[in-house]
């Protein structure tokens, strides 16, 4: 029903900037929310920000200053701006979405695959 594919993950230094992008497709009636999550080696998946389709921002304390969030609702595309990164940042990065297929009343989380990020010199 709602499909989410990210791009943009790769191998970057301390210190470096990287891009992801994830665009959501199918058969999508609205959507409420769109996020980005990451998931260390050996830790729990932990949320990084959101950007609610009113045009809110909220991120987690330590990216807070380095990342940046921004979606376009139109495209039903997200992108995180990653910028001075360092090795605590080495993780798969997933996107999330709260939406609502065309034709249904509820709303309802959907992920995307995974994306990796390798901060390493």
């Known amino acids: 029903q709602v499909q989410l594919v990210e791009s943009g993950g790769g191998l970057v230094q301390p210190g470096g900037s990287l891009r992801l992008s994830c665009a959501a497709s199918?058969?999508?009636?609205?959507?409420?929310?769109m996020a980005w999550y990451r998931q260390a080696p050996g830790k729990p998946r932990e949320w990084i920000a959101s950007?609610?389709?009113?045009?809110?921002?909220s991120y987690l304390g330590s990216v807070k200053g380095r990342f940046t969030i921004s979606a376009d609702y139109i495209k039903n595309t997200v992108y995180l701006q990653m910028n001075s990164v360092n090795p605590e940042d080495t993780a798969v990065y997933y996107c999330?979405?709260?939406?609502?297929?065309?034709?249904?009343?509820?709303?309802?989380?959907?992920w995307g695959q995974g994306t990796q990020v390798t901060v390493s010199s």
């Open positions: 999330n979405c709260y939406a609502r297929p065309l034709g249904l009343d509820n709303y309802a989380n959907y």
């Open positions: 199918g058969t999508i009636g609205s959507i409420n929310v």
């Open positions: 950007f609610t389709r009113s045009g809110g921002t």
